[in-house]
């Protein structure tokens, strides 16, 4: 059995996954059929030459994230064939970091004034202040970007001051497309705040006409200048045009800025409030209260002396 072979019998076994990690599969598949060692019997494949293999990938342009979660595959495919009895070690068990340089951008959430300076050039430049009530939306309630793509006239609870979030919007080579969240977790209603509230207005306000329909979805609330549901790569673009211009005019430069940033910052600023944990989790829609608790770590570094200075006083 080849390591293509047994990756695709791996994958065989929950063939019932959403769109995206479906594409996810294909592109490990396509990367392992142009690589020698998907050709490999599984048998012959040590851990230098998954050592090996994780270099190359690194040299083909292959990001470091992405070569992990590869890895992260193809460790699981391997203890599959050592329960089956086809092979004794599982090659793919090493630190990826002790073989490539893990160079990934580390996330860092924006400050409360650099917040304020990025909503204030939004407010007051012509070209860009269209975005203005988006990207305040995601900063006050945390929303995924394909969640807040996904949103249509019937999620928002005015009265409750709710937003309803259970399915999301995205896009690929074939079109537009209608997903669950990604877990149970991200199925919930996200607190709508005063200022969230008048945003959400805002927009409703500004939509004319009636949207497409998709996957029995319509009345999109985000759309772009020809009338279509906005999607993610649409407001990384805007963001990276957003940030380049107002560092053109500014001496303190704003930092890269993501539509993922933006949900962090959110997050980052409510740990740093001190939310109970758990509530802040349902929130986010977080699968694990791991993830949520790694945001309070970070936020109580920012404020460790303070908080030290004022307990001991």
């Known amino acids: 059995m080849t390591l293509c072979e047994l990756y695709a019998k791996k994958t065989a076994q929950r063939s019932n996954v959403k769109k995206n990690t479906q594409t996810g599969r294909k592109y490990l598949m396509d990367a392992l059929e142009q690589d020698r060692l998907g050709s490999r019997s599984i048998d012959s494949i040590k851990p ?9 990938m690194k040299e083909k342009g292959y990001s470091f994230k992405t070569i992990s979660n590869y890895k992260r595959s193809l460790k699981a495919s391997f ?16 630190q990826l970091s002790e073989v490539i340089e893990d160079d990934s951008e580390s996330r860092q959430a924006l400050s409360e004034e650099q917040e304020e300076h990025l909503l204030t050039f939004l407010q007051q430049d012509t070209v860009y202040q269209k975005y203005y009530d988006d990207i305040l939306i995601l900063l006050k309630t945390g929303l995924r970007i394909s969640e807040l793509c996904g949103l249509t006239a019937r999620d928002l609870d005015f009265e409750n001051h709710t937003i309803n979030i259970d399915h999301q ?32 207005q805002r927009v409703l306000k500004r939509k004319t006409g009636k ?15 020809k009338g279509m549901p906005m999607v993610a790569c649409n407001y990384t673009s805007a963001l990276k045009n957003i940030v380049r211009k107002y560092n053109k005019y500014h001496e303190e430069p704003l930092p890269k800025i993501t539509p993922h940033i933006l949900r962090h910052t959110f997050c980052t600023r409510l740990a ?9 989790q349902y929130i986010m829609g977080h699968s694990s209260i ?24």
């Open 290 to 313: 791991m993830i949520t608790l790694n945001l309070y770590a970070h936020a109580s570094q920012t404020g460790a002396n303070m908080e030290m200075r004022s307990l001991i006083a």
């Open 272 to 280: 740093q409030k001190n939310m109970n944990p758990k509530n802040l």
């Open 211 to 225: 949207s497409i329909q998709i996957d029995g979805y319509r009345n999109f609330l985000f759309l772009n200048q």
């Open 48 to 56: 230098s030459d998954a050592k090996e293999w994780a270099v190359r």
């Open 169 to 200: 919007l995205l896009r690929n080579q074939e079109g537009y497309y209608i997903e669950t969240p990604k877990t149970k977790c991200g199925i919930r209603k996200v607190p709508m705040s005063e200022e969230a509230g008048k945003a959400l």
């Open 79 to 94: 203890y599959m064939a050592i329960e089956d009895d086809y092979v004794r070690k599982n090659p793919f068990d090493f």
